[in-house]
């Protein structure tokens, strides 16, 4: 096993790199640097060779070249095992590299700022960086690349314990990790180019680059006995489950993580409006409200299904106050995770100290909705085997003026305001959707039937009496006038559906005839 002998530190990420260093020197391996990552370690009292003593030239064009040479190139891609390349080394003056450690320009932080010009970004895309990772990596035999702060002690170990070389086992994972690194960095330009910087290329391109990391391994799947793990997409800016931070409980769960996330998604409907509460159970709401303050919007998501809401999901579109903390706890209530913008210091207390689940209890952090711009990330893919389907996502801003009566008795003020609440809701049930509000509380859901009808039976059971004086929205149109039928025969006042069916001057006689009033919106909610 060959004893590294020489390593090349180039890093804009530091985290670490100092004690990485020392470690290298205290084995006697020469260091060589660049510009910031040299005055680091100097500032350390390491002893580093500067790349320009290698290459005779300075660096230039404001540090875009410093590395490109064949002082640097030919040191790392040099095959060990050919005598006629260290032959050429010789001839040249180039001494063999044996250890690069880099990692590249921070372009996704950059392009993750709001105030990030073109012209920065531009400068934030590295090139020497990937060049001599993909050279290290492509000379793995006799080259260790390193290229996450995360290995630095394990590598040092192995050194210390080798006589400061590294097995063939370790050179290879380091290169595999170090390709995987560049591929990310590169599908990110990509990505930003195909996005922010070329607004006129094709929508949907012949190849589509998608890079995540992972955030975690999960215990296990949806169920026992498949594994399984979250991964995240770096780019994405918005307020979502993979740019949350936990900050009480238990580990989450596949299971706790996809519900999070249609629990957040759902509450972001009201990202800049009233206080409004999301509960959570199998991805579909089975309680949502809005009201004046947030224990009250709480408490009627809550009241609109009680039975459910045990063991669910909360999400929330402020910051939990104790009061509302307090309410979350009392009533014999079980949540396994609750996100929210926030959570003020009298109520964590409250939230993690309850001895039944407390200490359990995940609680989830994300950024302030009311401060969220409301872009979204611009794809939402599904995937099928062996494949991928991509669309844009589900975003349609209904307002009053964009509804058709449809009926001869018109809505009211307060009607038309509550379908357009049930509407926001609606769009979040799987298909086939049915939605029954009151006073800006759900009271009844059909969720996920084979025919419509059915979702409209299971919204009236779980309504009961508060069907009466209800609205109805429907995520798609009646193909026959049995839901509207069942929903009038419930007390239902008012429906809001997207029309578009040949049985549609059914559905309104029916509504006519119970004297209800109907909506259409032309756009439609399907949730698979």
């Known amino acids: 096993m060959r004893r590294i002998e020489r390593a090349l530190i180039s890093v804009s990420d ?86 690069v450690c880099v990692n590249l320009y921070p372009f996704v932080q950059t392009i993750n700022r709001r105030d990030a010009a073109p012209a920065e970004i531009i400068e934030n895309i590295d090139i020497g960086g990937p060049a001599m990772i993909r050279s290290a990596a492509k000379n793995h035999d006799g080259v260790a690349v390193v290229v996450s702060p995360q290995d630095y002690e394990a590598i040092l170990e192995e050194m210390k314990r080798l006589g400061g070389g590294l097995s063939e086992e370790t050179r290879r994972r380091l290169a595999g990790a ?92 009201w990202a800049k409006d009233e206080p409004a509460a999301v509960i959570i159970k199998h991805t579909n709401p089975c309680g949502v409200a809005v009201a004046a303050t947030l224990i009250e919007a709480f408490q009627r ?84 085997t062996g494949g991928l389907l991509a669309q844009d996502p589900d975003q349609h801003d209904l307002t009053a003026d964009d509804l058709k009566v449809v009926t001869q008795r018109p809505p009211t003020a307060d009607e038309i305001a509550e379908m357009l609440f049930a509407w926001r809701v609606v769009k979040h049930v799987k298909s086939n959707a049915i939605v029954f509000s009151r006073s800006r509380q759900v009271v009844g859901i059909g969720a996920g039937q084979m025919n419509r009808v059915q979702s409209v039976r299971l919204a009236v059971e779980q309504a009961g009496e508060k069907a009466h004086g209800a609205v109805m929205a429907s995520d798609a149109f009646f193909p026959f006038p049995d839901g509207p039928e069942a929903a009038a025969e419930a007390g239902i006042t008012a429906i809001i559906q997207p029309g578009g069916s040949v049985k549609d001057a059914e559905t309104i006689e029916v509504a006519d005839r119970h004297g209800i009033a109907m909506v259409f919106t032309g756009i439609r909610h399907f949730l698979h």
């Open 14 to 99: 530091k985290t670490g790199i100092v004690e990485f260093a020392r470690g290298l020197q205290q084995m006697d391996i020469e260091l060589i640097s660049t510009g910031g990552t040299a005055s680091t370690l100097k500032e350390a009292g390491l002893t580093v060779r500067s790349v320009s003593d290698l290459t005779h030239f300075p660096e230039m064009l404001d540090g875009r070249v410093k590395t490109l040479h064949p002082a640097i190139h030919g040191g790392i891609l040099a095959n060990r095992q050919i005598p006629a390349h260290m032959e050429t080394l010789k001839q040249h003056s180039i001494q063999p590299i044996d250890l």
């Open 178 to 269: 170090a390709y995987a690194h560049t591929a990310v960095y590169d599908t990110a330009i990509a990505r930003w180019f195909a996005k922010d910087y070329a607004p006129s290329a094709e929508r949907w391109p012949e190849k589509l680059i998608i890079t995540l990391e992972k955030v975690q391994d999960c215990r296990y799947g949806e169920n026992p006995h498949q594994s399984a793990a979250f991964y995240r997409d770096t780019t994405v800016k918005e307020p979502c489950i993979a740019n949350a931070r936990q900050i009480h409980g238990k580990e989450l769960s596949f299971n706790n993580i996809y519900d999070i996330n249609a629990a957040l998604e759902t509450v972001k409907e």
């Open 301 to 384: 998501a809550r009241e609109g299904d009680p039975i459910s809401a045990f063991g669910g999901i909360l999400a929330v579109n402020r910051v939990v106050d104790a009061a509302t903390a307090e309410a979350i706890t009392g009533k014999n209530t079980f949540f396994e995770a609750i996100i929210a913008p926030g959570y003020d210091p009298a109520a964590l207390p409250i939230l993690t100290e309850k001895k039944k689940w407390g200490a359990n209890l995940r609680l989830m952090e994300v950024a302030s909705l009311s401060d969220w711009d409301g872009k979204r990330e611009p794809l939402d893919l599904k995937r099928v």
